[in-house]
């Protein structure tokens, strides 16, 4: 079914949290090793001494390894996020206790940027393609459910194709490779379709395949209708290789000598 104005403000309502991008913060921060060194760090700091120079003299860390980047609540410790995300841009914390009780942060906020709120207007076209797709994805479980339910009754795949006005390809001849007889991409055989020819020759001659998927959005099932085994080619149908590498082939002799000669 098409995808309704009342469909997309629907989700738009559900997902409103989740559609825009939430605050985020630039942080540094200093891990000190307790109580002690993290009070002194924290007095430095209040005296107006830079954050880089007292992580360096108190916490032996650089200024890159200070920098947390630019990161979301959920993306920094527990133990300090509510401090971090409280904490007005150029404010430091006070030191806080790190995770299990082990050490101490002092974090810098140098920068905020605001959470964005998504309008319906904005998403609105994205939505409307996400609803779409998914209900693309849940018509082809609902056929994908039915064509399991018919070939195990014994339906052939045919049969069970044009019942539910699917179009069965039919492919005269296929190699390891995915080649045909004339050693070109087999005719029918749709491109990236290795789990097709993988499930060829894993088929026996006469049977149905189990029902695969393709990527993401696609199944198939197959029936071996007949096994050749391994043989020469005729000529006729490789002569224009064989051309190829004879001509190839002396080009690579006729190189050769000439090097010699050099």
Same mark, same amino acid.
């Given at each position: 079914?098409?995808?309704?104005?009342?469909? !997309?403000?629907?989700?738009?309502?559900?997902?409103?949290?989740?559609?825009?991008?939430?605050?985020?913060?630039?942080?540094?921060?200093?891990?000190?090793?307790?109580?002690?060194?993290?009070?002194?760090?924290?007095?430095?700091?209040?005296?107006?001494?830079?954050?880089?120079?007292?992580?360096?003299? #108190?916490?032996?860390?650089?200024?890159?390894?200070?920098?947390?980047?630019?990161?979301?609540?959920?993306?920094?410790?527990?133990?300090?996020?509510?401090?971090? #995300?409280?904490?007005?841009?150029?404010?430091?914390?006070?030191?806080?206790?790190g995770p299990g009780g082990i050490g101490f942060y002092i974090v810098k906020v140098r920068e905020i940027t605001p959470a964005h709120v998504a309008t319906l207007d904005e998403?609105?076209?994205?939505?409307?393609?996400?609803?779409?797709?998914?209900?693309?994805?849940?018509?082809?479980?609902?056929?994908?459910?039915?064509?399991?339910?018919?070939?195990?009754?014994?339906?052939?795949?045919?049969?069970?194709?044009?019942?539910?006005?699917? /179009?069965?390809?039919?492919?005269?001849?296929?190699?390891?490779?995915?080649?045909?007889?004339?050693? /070109?991409?087999?005719?029918?055989?749709?491109?990236?379709?290795?789990?097709?020819?993988?499930?060829? #020759?894993?088929?026996?001659?006469?049977?149905?395949?189990?029902?695969?998927?393709?990527?993401?959005?696609?199944?198939?099932?197959?029936?071996?209708? /007949?096994?050749?085994?391994?043989? !020469?080619?005729?000529?006729?149908?490789? /002569?224009?290789?064989?051309?190829?590498?004879?001509?190839?082939?002396?080009?690579?002799?006729?190189?050769?000598?000439?090097?010699?000669?050099?």
């Amino acid at each position: 079914a098409a995808v309704t104005d009342a469909d !997309v403000e629907t989700a738009f309502k559900e997902q409103a949290e989740t559609l825009g991008t939430p605050e985020k913060r630039a942080l540094s921060q200093m891990v000190l090793p307790d109580q002690a060194a993290a009070d002194k760090a924290a007095k430095a700091l209040s005296e107006g001494r830079a954050f880089v120079d007292v992580a360096k003299e #108190f916490a032996g860390m650089d200024e890159a390894g200070t920098d947390l980047g630019t990161v979301a609540r959920d993306e920094v410790l527990a133990e300090i996020a509510d401090a971090a #995300f409280a904490t007005p841009a150029g404010g430091v914390t006070a030191p806080l206790p790190g995770p299990g009780g082990i050490g101490f942060y002092i974090v810098k906020v140098r920068e905020i940027t605001p959470a964005h709120v998504a309008t319906l207007d904005e998403v609105r076209e994205k939505l409307r393609a996400t609803i779409a797709h998914e209900r693309a994805i849940d018509a082809l479980y609902t056929q994908v459910n039915r064509m399991e339910d018919d070939l195990g009754k014994g339906l052939s795949i045919e049969a069970v194709a044009e019942a539910m006005n699917i /179009k069965a390809v039919k492919i005269a001849a296929l190699d390891s490779d995915g080649n045909g007889l004339d050693g /070109k991409p087999a005719a029918g055989l749709p491109e990236n379709a290795q789990a097709i020819v993988a499930s060829a #020759f894993e088929t026996e001659e006469g049977a149905d395949s189990t029902l695969r998927e393709m990527g993401d959005d696609a199944f198939f099932v197959l029936r071996v209708d /007949k096994v050749t085994k391994p043989a !020469v080619r005729p000529f006729e149908t490789v /002569k224009d290789q064989v051309k190829d590498a004879v001509v190839a082939e002396r080009k690579r002799y006729a190189a050769l000598a000439f090097a010699k000669q050099l």
